[in-house]
Nanobody, 118 residues
Framework: QVQLVESGGGLVQPGGSLRLSCVAS????????MSWYRQAPGKQRELVAS???????NYADFVKGRFVISRDNAKGTAYLQMNSLKPEDTAVYYC????????????WGQGTQVTVSS
């Protein structure tokens, strides 16, 4: 079992930055991939970025060059550094993991709101 708690969201002006954190508890040593998803009003949830235990990262095209995902395996924590934020980045951001590699169960955090507006 894994529990995920996100923090760091808020209101920021266009061009600004925010850093999101996701803290995992429970069986954190078994976690393989940690990911960030987002969901804007009226839209489907979409993958933003992911990172494996070994540091392999994957980014959605719409955040490449602006967002950076990182991870502290010992602390079971993932981060999302968001730079050059745009109004279209406004969404609820969710942390996700399946736990151990090849597992299919979905663990989600409660989400943190990011609003980009002047």
């Amino acid at each position: 079992q894994v529990q995920l708690v996100e923090s760091g969201g808020g209101l920021v002006q266009p061009g600004g930055s925010l850093r999101l954190s996701c803290v995992a508890s429970g069986s954190i040593s078994s976690i393989y991939r940690m990911s960030w998803y987002r969901q804007a009003p009226g839209k489907q949830r979409e993958l933003v970025a992911s990172i494996t235990t070994g540091g392999i990262t994957n980014y959605a095209d719409f955040v490449k060059g602006r967002f950076v995902i990182s991870r502290d395996n010992a602390k079971g924590t993932a981060y999302l550094q968001m730079n050059s934020l745009k109004p279209e980045d406004t969404a609820v951001y969710y942390c996700h993991t399946n736990g151990p590699r090849f597992e299919t169960h979905d663990y989600w955090g409660q989400g943190t709101q990011v609003t980009v507006s002047s």
